[in-house]
């Protein structure tokens, strides 16, 4: 892997049967290769689970049964992709999860990557920031949240405007990028509970950082990372 002007990136987005990559399938994929400053290529297709789609599910997405029948079962879908550096995803290791014949290639999240370039924002979903930054997606006609290819378009775009504004202290190569993405970050404001939530972190009480530390196992990286700070500080 090189230079991010150099790189080519192949995002995926998927549809599926259920949250669970153990006992679901996947019933839709989406790629759209991009660089640094525009898609180059897009590719889409049902498939075939093998196993019924839950009515719940297709409410979601709009995908039923009849929709994926004789659709391709096996990766690549019948797909055939250009060179790519890296695969993308907004929250990659649910999309990786579902793909094991890419479990061994590179994977940069923009919703990790996106916490690292625009911090302390409400939301990192992938439709509240296309939102709140604004971005410009081309859809075909009849497009739709909750659809493979949109989804990827979406997350295309927020890739292009997360690499147009990288701070300074983020690395241009992209093997480095990926790494740097999944370092913990020093949170600024407390999002818990109700009497310490909007607080900022150097101002929550010690027992409440130690219940944090010592009751809450499920921590993302970046709040398990805070809390120890924060008590690393104060012991």
Known sequence: ???????????????????????????EIGFVLT?????????????????????SVSAIHHIVDADVQGAPRDFPYGIKLPPRDCYVAHHCAFDSSFLPALSKKPWLCTARLARRVFPDLKSYGNQFLRYELKLEVEFTTGSQPHRALP??????????RLLEN??????????QL???SWEPR???KCRFGNKHKGKLWSEVPLDYLQWMDEKCATLDVDTRFTVEHYLGKSI
């Not at 892997?1 to 019933?27: N, R, Y």
């Not at 989804?151 to 292009?160: C, E, F, G, N, S």
Request: proline share 7%.
């Open 178 to 180: 990926i790494a740097w």
């Open 35 to 55: 660089s640094m400053t525009e898609v180059l290529h897009t590719a889409e297709t049902y498939v075939d689970p093998g196993i019924p789609i839950p009515s």
């Open 1 to 27: 892997m090189g230079s991010l002007e150099t790189s080519i990136f192949c995002v995926v987005d998927i549809e599926t049967t259920g949250g669970s990559a153990s006992k679901d399938k996947i019933c």
């Open 186 to 188: 020093l949170l600024v």
């Open 166 to 175: 990288l701070p300074s202290d983020a690395p241009r190569e992209l093997n």
């Open 151 to 160: 989804d990827a378009l979406v997350t295309a775009a927020l890739l292009r």
